[in-house]
């Protein structure tokens, strides 16, 4: 057991874990949020995918130690008070949910990828989000909401 | 703020299982009734409010308005009169709207938790939470059919965790779900197990046939339905036949199985991801010998389930666990929990003979085994068929999937359709249509083929080729064009253009998202999904080894629904997986020249 200190969305909070324990578990269990989801723990599935220091990774490989010291951002933390993010946005227009399980992970994605890349082409949304899984096979409106957020953006810079 | 419960038995009726396409037909048209006597019965407080007569109101918005006043349903329902409204005074058989004059139903409407689902705030079975809550794991066999023959629970007590032993069961509750799978893993060393032989996935549609219950009645017996006189009608036209398989897939759902249980002075309740809120609840009642009224389960929305989240094995895993710990206990399966110990769709094999007169089918004799029985009757006109089931005596545990019986029931009809065209000379569509009275298949035939192009000059040679399937299950109907490319192993689903009509179109968007989901779920069985499993372990139970289908995988679609307001909305979420494999497997053919008669159509050897 040892003591880690993660800046999540934005707050200082620190826990008493076992080095290797997922950051999934951390998070849904120790800081209680639960919206990044367990999907597979082994990588394959993207459903647990947050950000660290900004970059996308997947949580259910990530052991706590690794990210002491470092800032964490969740599903939860994306957004400011009640202002959703563009991306989170277009998902609603989209209606790109069936069941949602899958969507926390893909927005995460999709908004560290407009970060970086404000003007993606479609191959390039398709390289980021490929690795993500979504059973109900919603991908069409994933897919729509993902450019229509980049539009947006593009709207808003002009 | 109007909410949706799912299901909670403590206040929701029963209304069976979110299965078998139910939901719209018979789920819809009560809610609808539900909405109405609601909806008079604010405008009745309206009325007396303004002192009016109920027929000069009217109503829109969410609202009751009469001569630019309005007052709103959220003030309404605040009223006396309705808060002490009592069975008696709930008006019955208020009209329904007509779906002529719809203007809620039938438009596009968003989901009311897409906020909550976007923010990362809904609660999903997996995130409840209680005040002072475990986290559970449990011991599993390493093989399929093995027993426990002892175990020491000491370590794991050790470790902290609360470890708990009835029968089979073993699991542990510990503070984290590191600390409950160490305390676990330490237990699990100890095991010692019996095992017994198991077969494997090689060759299992002969293993079926072997094992197949062939006498005997009862309602999961064999079935025999037989109308006019095949066996004259096919030693006059000359015996066509062909036999078909498919193998195991698992539902793999994005959500694994998962409860939260919590007891309190005797009573039990359980959140759940379950498509049978009151079932599970009975096996609830069985397992602990409670009362229905000491039981109660609540069912958040869940994570999709396919057809593969009916049974309540986590509720009572997690109910075991808190019983023993004394406290609220959090259960999911892990991924490979999921695919090693859900109940799979089932594997299956059929054997399907026809007799042809020029372009019409004569005779028909069809014998599936172990598929399910949705789905197994023809749809085409013949005036000699005999339809046969056989359940078998399965190697691995079974239950339903999206479409069920009915996606290797016309598997293997849909392709023995495309054979018998072959024979006859007439091309796919063509021959459809001259063996259908079906006008509502005929119509999404001619509606994906018309938007495919399929008389225009089709794609053809280099591998390329284009095939169709259609097929209906529970009110609703499919076509499906497709145009594929096959390179060495692997076929690349070039186009497809899907036609689909259920009756009257309630909301047009999540109507095209079912659809299309369906569709592209679909594919996974079609192309690439196969259980493989040998000596009592899968062979592929993860992500890595069982490919699903992704983003790179969904193919240029073109999805017509067509919209029958004359007729009763049925569902939409199973049947259009039901044309996927068919037209696929026809496309190959087409392509190479190969019949494929078994799925899946590029399987791999991992
Ligand atoms: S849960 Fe982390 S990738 Fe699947
Ligand atoms: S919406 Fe259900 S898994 Fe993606």
Redesign the pocket.
């Known amino acids: 057991m040892a003591r880690f200190t993660i800046r999540i969305n934005r707050e200082e909070r620190s826990t008493e874990s076992p080095p290797n324990r997922p950051l999934?578990e951390v998070v849904r269990e120790d800081f209680g949020l639960t919206g990044t989801?367990?999907?597979?723990?082994?990588?394959?599935?993207?459903?647990?995918?947050v950000l660290i220091n900004d970059l996308p990774a997947?949580?259910?490989?990530t052991p706590v130690s690794s990210v002491d010291g470092k800032s964490v951002t969740t599903i939860e933390g994306l957004s400011t008070g009640d202002q959703l993010t563009g991306v989170q946005q277009a998902f609603i227009d989209m209606d790109a949910a069936q069941c949602g399980y899958c969507i926390p992970g893909m927005i995460v994605e999709a908004a560290a990828l407009l970060k970086r890349n404000p003007r993606p082409h479609r191959s390039e949304i398709l390289d980021a989000m490929n690795p993500h899984?979504c059973r109900c096979c919603g991908y069409r409106n994933i897919l729509s909401s993902v450019e229509l957020a980049a539009r947006a953006l593009e709207a808003n810079d002009a | 703020m109007l909410q949706v419960m799912l299901a909670d038995t403590a206040i929701t009726p029963d209304d069976g299982s979110t299965a078998g396409s139910r939901t719209t037909p018979a789920t819809v048209p009560v809610v609808r009734r539900a909405c109405a006597a609601a909806r008079e019965m604010l405008v009745r407080v309206a009325a007396d409010e303004w002192n009016l007569d109920m027929s000069q109101l009217r109503v829109e918005e969410g609202a009751v308005a009469h001569a630019g006043k309005r007052l709103v349903y959220a003030h309404l329902a605040r009223s006396k009169q309705l808060t002490a409204a009592s069975d008696n005074t709930v008006p019955r058989g208020v009209p329904l709207t007509k779906t002529a004059d719809w203007s809620v139903l039938g438009r596009t409407l968003l989901k009311t938790n897409a906020r909550e689902i976007v923010d990362g705030t809904h609660r999903y079975p997996s995130d409840i939470v209680r005040p002072g809550m475990l986290y559970g794991a449990v011991l599993r066999p390493p093989r399929y059919g093995a027993l426990l023959d002892s175990v020491d629970l000491t370590r794991g007590k050790e470790l902290g965790a609360v470890v708990v032993r009835d029968g089979e069961f073993v699991g542990c509750a510990a503070k984290t779900s590191y600390e409950a799978r160490a305390a676990l893993e330490a237990i699990r060393r100890t095991a010692r197990w019996r095992t017994a032989p198991h077969p494997s996935s090689e060759r299992l549609g002969a293993y079926l046939k072997r094992r197949a219950q062939r006498s005997g009645g009862g309602r999961r017996g064999p079935r025999r339905r037989e109308s006019g006189d095949v066996e004259a009608a096919l030693a006059a036209a000359g015996t066509i036949e062909a036999s078909y398989e498919i193998p195991y897939v698992q539902h793999a759902p994005m959500e694994p199985r998962a409860a939260v249980a919590e007891w309190d002075q005797g009573r039990l309740t359980v959140w759940t991801g379950t498509q049978r809120p009151f079932g599970v609840r009975e096996q609830l009642q069985q397992a602990f010998r409670l009362p229905a009224g000491r039981t109660r389960v609540v069912v958040p929305d869940t994570g999709g389930g396919f057809g593969g989240k009916h049974t309540g094995e986590v509720a009572i895993e997690a109910a075991r666990l808190a019983r023993a710990a004394d406290a609220p206990v959090s259960l999911r399966w892990t991924?490979s929990e999921e695919f090693v110990w859900a109940y799979f769709r089932p594997a299956a094999a059929f054997e399907a003979r026809a007799g042809l007169s020029g372009e019409k089918i004569v005779a028909w004799d069809f014998a599936a085994y172990n598929p399910g029985t949705a789905g197994i009757e023809t749809p085409y006109a013949v005036p000699n068929v005999r339809t046969q089931y056989f359940p078998c005596d399965a190697p691995l545990r079974e239950g339903s999937y999206r479409g069920i019986g009915a996606v290797g029931n016309n598997f293997a009809r849909e392709v023995f359709m495309d054979e018998l065209a072959g024979v006859s000379g007439l091309d796919p569509l063509a021959f459809r249509l001259a063996n259908l009275d079906d006008d509502r298949l005929a119509a999404v035939l001619r509606a994906a083929a018309s938007r495919f192009g399929w008389s225009q000059s089709r794609p053809s040679g280099q591998n390329r080729g284009t095939g169709i399937a259609a097929g209906f299950e529970k009110g609703s109907y499919i076509a499906i064009c497709a145009q594929v490319r096959v390179e060495g192993g692997a076929t690349e689903v070039e186009r497809l253009v899907s036609a689909f009509e259920c009756g009257a179109i309630l909301n047009p968007r999540n109507l095209q998202a079912q659809v299309e989901g369906c569709i592209i779920q679909g594919l996974g069985p079609a192309l690439d999904e196969e259980i493989r499993f040998a000596d009592g372990r899968l062979l592929n139970g993860s992500?890595t080894r069982y490919p699903l289908p992704r983003f790179r995988d969904v193919p240029p679609m073109e999805t017509v629904l067509l919209d029958r307001p004359d007729i009763e909305p049925a569902g939409a979420g199973e049947t259009p997986i039901i044309a996927v494999a068919p037209a696929l497997a026809n496309a190959v053919f087409a392509a190479t020249g190969r019949r494929r008669r078994s799925l899946p159509l590029q399987p791999r050897a991992n």
């Open positions: 999934l989801k367990y999907g597979c723990g082994e990588g394959q599935c993207r459903a647990c995918t997947v949580s259910c490989l899984l | 991924r992500f």
